[in-house]
């Protein structure tokens, strides 16, 4: 027999197994869910736990399922009432369901949450799915009414998203829905899709936004600032990119946050082809930045004599 102690002790240790059976720790039916547990989820939910209870990171266990891709455990938790469009509120995992399967390229997960209620619209999850180049579940979503220009919780769209992840085919799916070829993050500059392509010599992705109308003045010099702005870029890439923006009506003369003509940016990265494009185009040979650096300038204290030669050719003067 037992101490009376040790008995005392056993009985409480049984009393809270039990208790944790009846009402399980909500960041134990998240984990489970995590894990795609469903046998553990169902004891769970026989012994009363509410899968519309979220962990202590405030994201719920509908979320963190579909996440993972565990469809069977989706299916499970919505059987027992999980609200298909629960948005937690912590700093983690904030969207939906959908937009968790979506980002993460569930297809399977996606489909049941969609024939379930889903909102294709909620928490953005097209932007998700464009980020990481799922083109199925991005046209699946637009078919079930999801905006082509809906912006996700850090203000971005799914056309910028696969802009930025260089997902072509995206684009040109995005750009078939309508999305709009000339939006840009508010209050921030330099965040169009075509200075996102233009930033990072994409050639083929300028073409298309180009192509599909994206000229205006703003963007298109912003992206000449982008393009010659990005030393590592091969010339002929720049010089590619540049030619298109200026025939899209780029102005020659564009400048950066410190004054720095795209011309000086050319003569400072010594890429002697920008230069003659943008003389060709018009280009101020004489502008001068805050500092009063002239292109010249710049290419004397370089000591690059070619260039020297070609601007003072162009009519620069000191």
Same mark, same amino acid.
């Given at each position: 027999m037992? $101490? !009376? @102690?040790?008995?005392?002790?056993?009985? *409480?240790?049984? *009393?809270?197994?039990c208790s944790s059976l009846r009402r399980p720790d909500p960041d134990a039916f998240a984990r489970a869910a995590a894990n795609g547990q469903t046998e553990t989820l169902q004891t769970y939910l026989k012994n009363g736990?509410? $899968? =519309? *209870?979220?962990?202590?990171?405030? *994201?719920? $266990?509908?979320?963190? %399922?579909?996440?993972? #891709?565990?469809t069977e455990a989706v299916q499970l938790l919505l059987n027992s009432g999980a609200d298909t469009n629960a948005q937690g509120s912590g700093s983690q995992d904030r969207g939906t369901a959908l937009e968790g399967a979506a980002s993460s390229g569930h297809m399977d997960t996606v489909k049941l949450l969609l024939s379930r209620g889903a909102d294709a619209n909620l928490s953005a999850p097209v932007v998700g799915a464009a980020s990481n180049g799922h083109i199925e579940i991005v046209r699946l979503l637009l078919q079930n009414g999801a905006n082509a220009n809906a912006e996700n919780k850090d203000h971005t769209t799914a056309l910028f998203e696969a802009t930025k992840s260089g997902h072509i085919e995206i684009v040109r799916l995005l750009l078939a829905s309508h999305a709009d070829v000339h939006w840009e993050a508010k209050g921030a500059r330099n965040r169009s899709a075509l200075v996102m392509a233009s930033a990072q010599g994409d050639l083929k992705l300028v073409k298309l936004l180009l192509g599909a109308g994206a000229?205006?003045?703003l963007h298109t010099s912003q992206s000449l600032i982008a393009v010659i702005g990005y030393k590592d870029h091969p010339e002929a890439i720049q010089l590619g990119?540049?030619?298109?923006?200026?025939?899209? #009506? %780029? /102005? $020659? =003369? %564009?400048? /950066?946050? @410190? #004054?720095?003509?795209v011309l000086g940016m050319a003569t400072l990265y010594k890429r002697s082809s920008l230069l003659k494009e943008l003389l060709t185009y018009g280009a101020d040979v004489n502008a001068?930045?805050? /500092?009063?650096? !002239? %292109?010249? !300038?710049?290419?004397?204290?370089?000591? @690059?004599? /070619?260039?020297i030669r070609m601007l003072e050719k162009a009519g620069a003067k000191d």
């Open positions: 037992l $101490p !009376s @102690f040790a008995h005392n002790f056993f009985l *409480v240790l049984l *009393v809270l197994n736990a509410n $899968p =519309n *209870v979220p962990n202590r990171h405030q *994201v719920y $266990p509908l979320r963190l %399922a579909a996440t993972w #891709g565990h000229n205006r003045k990119i540049t030619r298109l923006l200026l025939k899209a #009506g %780029a /102005d $020659p =003369n %564009a400048t /950066d946050p @410190f #004054g720095l003509t001068k930045d805050k /500092d009063g650096r !002239s %292109a010249l !300038s710049i290419a004397r204290e370089h000591q @690059f004599k /070619d260039i």
